[in-house]
């Protein structure tokens, strides 16, 4: 399902593109500000991508057939809405093709596939200091969800939490 706008494609990735995922991956964390945080690596993500069951889905957006960027995301659920949604984890657009288009490009593409799969809404995080993605997706219709933060246990926190689990 390739979507054309110019000179510019949004296909699929598969297993070949994940040393690209990875270095997208890299890319968005240095440009975040937390590379250091980034423990991904080819062998995780082709496990956790591209098996039997994915925990995720990449598209890759091409701009004269080079690699220029890529969004990864995944099903939630909305129990208000009873419909599955979209959420998009990543959106990435190396710096040297920004300002072609691209941005929009993969977040219209993740959209319409979000209608097309019967999905109730589409949904993603922004770093609060990130005034021009804030700009960006406000411009495409996103209300900024002032009343939500986002909670998040990971790592040792994790592991005591579940250790917490008592079984009745």
Not at 71 to 84: C, R
Not at 89 to 94: I, Q, S, T
Request: proline share 4%; charged share 20%; hydrophobic share 45%.
């Amino acid at each position: 399902m390739a979507h054309n706008m110019a000179q510019s494609t949004i296909r699929l990735a598969t297993v070949a593109d994940v040393p690209l995922i990875l270095k997208f991956i890299q890319g968005l964390a240095e440009y975040e500000k937390l590379a250091h945080e980034v423990v991904a690596t080819e062998q995780k993500l082709t496990e956790t991508l591209f098996s039997a069951q994915p925990a995720a889905e990449v598209v890759i957006a091409e701009y004269q057939g080079q690699p220029a960027g890529f969004a990864l995301f995944f099903h939630n659920y909305s129990t208000f809405l009873a419909k599955p949604g979209l959420y998009l984890e990543d959106l990435f657009v190396l710096p040297e093709y920004r300002g072609k288009g691209l941005g929009k490009l993969l977040l219209t593409y993740l959209a319409k596939l979000a209608v097309d799969r019967g999905c109730g809404r589409f949904e993603w995080s922004v770093l609060d200091w990130n005034q021009p993605a804030i700009d960006f997706y406000q411009a495409q219709g996103a209300v900024l969800m002032h009343d939500w933060r986002i909670n998040r246990v990971t790592g040792d926190k994790l592991t005591a939490l579940a250790s917490q689990y008592q079984p009745v």
